[in-house]
C-alpha cells in the first residue's frame, strides 16, 4: 500500500546498517533523474542515512522479519519523503537540539543526526499509527 | 572502506576513501584514533571523501580529544561541499584546524 499518491521511488530497507549506502545509491539516481542537483541528493541522503541509523540501531528488540518502507516523490515544488517502521516509537520532533556551540568537552553527539534532518528539510511531520512511526520530511525544491 | 595513510615530512597523512557513515565509521576510528600516542602530526585529508554523517563527526570528535589530551596536533583538509556543510551546520567547524587542501594543512602544520 502506497503512503504518497504517486510515488516515484519506493524502497524496501532492511535493518541492516549496510543498507545506507544502497540506499544513497539509488536517491542518487531518483535526483539526477528529476534534475534535483546535488545538493538537494545531499540533504536526502544524509537525513536518510541519520534517521535510518537510530532506528537501525536503537528500534528494535530483535532483528528479524522487520523492514522499513521508504517513499519519495517529487511535484509542484516539493520533494516529500515517507518513511514508515515497526520499530519502538520514536518521535525525532521531540528530541531537544543539540549545542552546536559547546566547545570540545561539553559537545554532546546525542540528537546531531535529527538536528541535522530539521536544518536540511523544511517540514518534518511525525504519527504514530497502527503500532507504526510514519515520519514525512518535506523539502521545498525548484521544479 | 579504503582508508589510505603515509608520512610526509613527517606528518602522518590520512585519506578516507567514498563514504564515513554508521557503517564504516568504526574503521575510521581504529584508524585515527591510535595515531595520538605517538607525537608526529595527524592531517586528515578528506580530498576522496564525498560523504560524511554524525557517526563520522563522532569519531573526529574523539580524535579533537585524543589530540588535546595528549598535544599530537590534528589538522583537516580537502572537504568537498557536502563535508563542509556537514560541518557548518554542526557547529563543527569551529572545533577544527580545517585547511582548504593537503598542501595547505601541510605547510601551516610544519611551520608551528
Do not use: W
Not at chain 1, 530497507?13 to 549496510?18: I, Y
Not at chain 1, 509542484?76 to 520514536?90: E, H, K, N, Y
Not at chain 1, 537540539?97 to 546531531?112: I, N
Not at chain 2, 572537504?79 to 557547529?91: L, N, P, R, Y
Amino acid at each position: 500500500m502506497s503512503r504518497l499518491e504517486t510515488p516515484a521511488l519506493h524502497l524496501t530497507v532492511r535493518p541492516d546498517l549496510s543498507e545506507i549506502g544502497r540506499i544513497a545509491e539509488q536517491v542518487e539516481a531518483f535526483c539526477e533523474e528529476r534534475g534535483l542537483g546535488p545538493a538537494v541528493a545531499h540533504a536526502v541522503n544524509l537525513s536518510l542515512d541519520e534517521l535510518l541509523t537510530n532506528t537501525i540501531s536503537y528500534g528494535y528488540d530483535d532483528a528479524s522479519g522487520h523492514v522499513i518502507d521508504i517513499e519519495l516523490a517529487a511535484d509542484s515544488g516539493r520533494l516529500t519523503i515517507v518513511l514508515r517502521d515497526d520499530a519502538r516509537a520514536f518521535d525525532p520532533t521531540g528530541v531537544p537540539e543539540p549545542d552546536v556551540d559547546a566547545d570540545l568537552e561539553d559537545r554532546a553527539l546525542g540528537g546531531l543526526g535529527v538536528h541535522f534532518v530539521r536544518s536540511l528539510m523544511d517540514e518534518v511531520r511525525y504519527q504514530r499509527t497502527d503500532g507504526h512511526n510514519l515520519l514525512t520530511l518535506t523539502k521545498y525544491i525548484d521544479t | 572502506m579504503e582508508i589510505t595513510k603515509e608520512t610526509i615530512d613527517g606528518v602522518v597523512v590520512v585519506s578516507p576513501v567514498g563514504r564515513v557513515d554508521s557503517n564504516s565509521a568504526r574503521e575510521v576510528e581504529e584508524a585515527l584514533l591510535p595515531l595520538f600516542d605517538s607525537p608526529a602530526p595527524v592531517v586528515v585529508d578528506f580530498a576522496q571523501l564525498n560523504y560524511i554523517s554524525s557517526a563520522g563527526l563522532r569519531v573526529l570528535l574523539l580524535a579533537a580529544r585524543r589530540s588535546k589530551a595528549t598535544g599530537t596536533p590534528l589538522s583537516l583538509a580537502g572537504m568537498s561541499t557536502a563535508v563542509d556543510e556537514v560541518f557548518k551546520i554542526s557547529g563543527f567547524a569551529k572545533l577544527f584546524h580545517i585547511h582548504p587542501d593537503r598542501a595547505a594543512a601541510l605547510a601551516a602544520v610544519t611551520a608551528a
